[in-house]
């Protein structure tokens, strides 16, 4: 994390690519446990705490920059541990797992695409 004001975005989209990661960890897991009894998926939370963070009187720029960064973490959880697709209690259905992959790497290659343009903008800045 840049200590720096003028990152203040970049700090925030740095933090979601970390969430994402996690996720995409967290999904590769699901899949490499698709045949094991009584695995329950797992998936990560982030947007839903960054959003709360997000949300305030100011505007986005005030709120971006008033974040405390180090109380947004994405955290894992278990998805449905009550639910069972099949009789050996296992709850991963493969056809998800790899749409939410193919989703999360999206959302993850725009994150990193974000964070390149806005050091792009510093750096059209800089050398003016």
């Given at each position: 994390?840049?200590?720096?004001?003028?990152?203040?975005?970049?700090?925030?989209?740095?933090?979601?690519?970390?969430?994402?990661?996690?996720?995409?960890?967290?999904?590769s897991n699901n899949?490499?446990?698709?045949?094991?009894?009584?695995?329950?998926?797992?998936?990560?939370?982030?947007?839903?705490?960054?959003?709360?963070?997000?949300?305030?009187?100011?505007?986005?720029?005030?709120?971006?920059?008033?974040?405390d960064l180090s109380?947004?973490?994405?955290?894992?959880?278990?998805?449905?541990?009550?639910?069972?697709?099949?009789?050996?209690?296992?709850?991963?259905?493969?056809?998800?797992?790899?749409?939410?992959?193919?989703?999360?790497?999206?959302?993850?290659?725009?994150?990193?695409?974000?964070?390149?343009?806005?050091?792009?903008?510093?750096?059209?800045?800089?050398?003016?």
């Open positions: 994390m840049i200590g720096s004001g003028a990152y203040n975005y970049i700090n925030v989209l740095d933090r979601a690519a970390d969430a994402g990661w996690l996720r995409n960890e967290a999904i899949i490499a446990n698709k045949d094991t009894p009584n695995y329950k998926r797992k998936d990560v939370n982030f947007e839903s705490y960054l959003m709360s963070a997000l949300t305030g009187d100011g505007s986005l720029d005030e709120n971006v920059a008033n974040l109380t947004i973490n994405g955290t894992t959880y278990t998805e449905y541990s009550n639910l069972s697709y099949r009789y050996d209690g296992n709850n991963v259905d493969i056809s998800t797992e790899t749409a939410e992959l193919a989703k999360n790497q999206i959302r993850y290659n725009t994150l990193i695409d974000s964070i390149n343009q806005e050091f792009s903008r510093i750096k059209a800045v800089l050398t003016r």
